[in-house]
């Protein structure tokens, strides 16, 4: 048996911070995926990064994607699951293209949009459910809290939803998420419900977080399947690898640009990177909610709140949460309310990392633009990316290879792209019925004390 990976806290350190006990045990992987967040409130990271040799990256030349998810599945996770089953989860979880769409000279986008939900978080969220499902004590139901700004929602609800023993509860803030995104979530059913607060989303990631430090809900097994969840991280490192595989010429490295709002999508090629991927920059465009790139240009972080409603509403982020794990890779701490309690190394992190924010405006011009000029279409987050990695080439010159992600299927977004195109996008498979569907949320305030007794009232806690 090869050694297993042990996972630890990134609040280990904070000795000095009232209300914070620091946690320092390690964790397996089981143990961090079914916990969701260490018990100090921060994020579980790997103790050790895989390294793999270069060849091995190559050799996924022409492969399927699954075998890009098995190698990074069992670099990660040898000695905790075999293989049998891994090759079940992964089969069982990708079962849909990842287009690399052509822009100009070797300039790509990647479309992680034909999941079920339509939305790149479908990757992560589908190896996860299984992953979890795969792990759980039986006998014992695991409780699934997410807050979500849109997208992660229903990618989640939908990826858990019949899966046994396990029940999903989905908050969303009522006034940010599209009419789609709202029916998608309304109309999950069978053991997924959706809460629609009365707020913005950091009060439902704020209500989330405060449930899972509550010891009055211990005994309902609460776990997270949002992005500080490590195991919604793991796959999200797989797209990188297996693009880079499939586009490089003789080992040359890639640009990666990937619109970014809680850091989760970003993180997995900073990961890639460090097990050996060549990775010549992440790009992390924001939208409005401009915390990330004002740290890198001036070394002070600030959070912004409330947050800014953008176009690109998925990335509505005024703290985001993976930010912790940023910070501890370049050995900083940040704790949830956003406060730095360790600068990390600022002149490493700009080494690897460039980071710009998007104005909504420019988000608009680009979609017209790149529709005009390449017949490409791109909804509000895949713009921000792509523009994000212009002004960076604009800046810094030509790099051959470019990969910029898009994030949502356009037709996630049909007023925007009826306004500025004139053209209706044509529904990706999974979402073909979706305005037939029926469903009704429960509305709550963003109140703790009521959120609560809600969960007391309506979880289950055996199987
Ligand atoms: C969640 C989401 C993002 C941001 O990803 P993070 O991992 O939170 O940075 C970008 N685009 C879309 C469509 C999303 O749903």
């Given at each position: 048996m090869p050694e297993t990976i042990k996972y630890y806290s990134?609040?280990?350190?904070?000795?000095?911070?009232?209300?914070i006990i620091p946690f320092r045990k390690t964790v397996s992987f089981r143990e961090a995926l079914l916990m969701g967040q260490a018990p100090d409130e921060g994020l579980f990271m790997p103790g050790a990064i895989p390294a793999l040799p270069l060849e091995t990256f190559k050799a996924l030349k022409g492969m399927p994607y699954t075998e890009a998810a098995m190698l990074v599945a069992q670099a990660f996770l040898a000695g905790e699951i075999d293989e049998r089953t891994l090759r079940r989860i992964v089969d069982d979880a990708y079962t849909y293209e990842v287009p690399l769409e052509n822009v100009f000279a070797r300039k790509y986008i990647m479309r992680l949009d034909q999941g079920p939900t339509a939305s790149f978080k479908d990757f992560a969220a589908r190896m996860m459910a299984r992953l979890m499902s795969a792990l759980r004590d039986p006998g014992t139901r695991l409780n699934v809290l997410v807050a979500t700004s849109g997208d992660t929602g229903s990618a989640v609800g939908e990826a858990f939803k019949g899966v046994a023993g396990i029940d999903v509860t989905i908050l969303y803030p009522r006034s940010e998420v599209s009419g789609r995104q709202k029916k998608q979530l309304d109309t999950i059913g069978q053991n997924v419900r959706a809460v629609s607060v009365d707020g913005k989303f950091d009060d439902c990631q704020d209500l989330v977080k405060q449930a899972f430090s509550d010891p009055a809900l211990v005994a309902f097994n609460l776990t997270s399947a949002n992005s500080i969840n490590f195991g919604r991280i793991l796959p999200q490192i797989v797209y990188y690898v297996w693009a880079w595989a499939q586009l490089s010429r003789d080992g040359e490295p890639a640009v990666f640009s990937v619109p970014s709002g809680n850091f989760g999508d970003a993180l997995g090629c900073e990961y890639a990177r460090r097990m050996g991927l060549p990775v010549e920059k992440l790009i992390m465009p924001t939208n409005e909610n401009d915390e990330f790139p004002r740290f890198l240009e001036t070394g002070v972080y600030e959070r912004v709140s409330p947050s800014r409603a953008c176009l690109s509403n998925a990335m509505n982020v005024g703290h985001p949460s993976n930010l912790a794990r940023f910070f501890d890779l370049y050995d900083g701490a940040v704790d949830r309310t956003g406060t730095v309690r360790r600068i990390p190394n600022l002149n490493e992190m700009k080494k690897n990392i460039y980071s710009i924010s998007i104005s909504d405006r420019e988000t608009k011009k680009t979609i017209k633009r790149i529709y005009d000029q390449y017949r490409v279409l791109l909804e509000p987050h895949g713009a921000v990316g792509w523009r994000g990695l212009e002004v960076y080439l604009e800046l810094y010159g030509d790099k051959p290879l470019c990969i910029s992600l898009e994030t949502a299927h356009p037709a996630k977004f049909p007023d925007e792209i009826r306004e500025l195109l004139g053209i209706n996008p044509d529904l990706p498979q999974g979402m073909k019925d979706i305005d037939q569907r029926s469903g009704e949320p429960v509305f709550l305030p963003a109140n703790y004390g009521k959120f609560r007794k809600y969960l007391q009232k309506h979880l289950r806690i055996t199987e």
């Open positions: 990134t609040n280990r350190h904070l000795d000095q911070v009232p209300g």
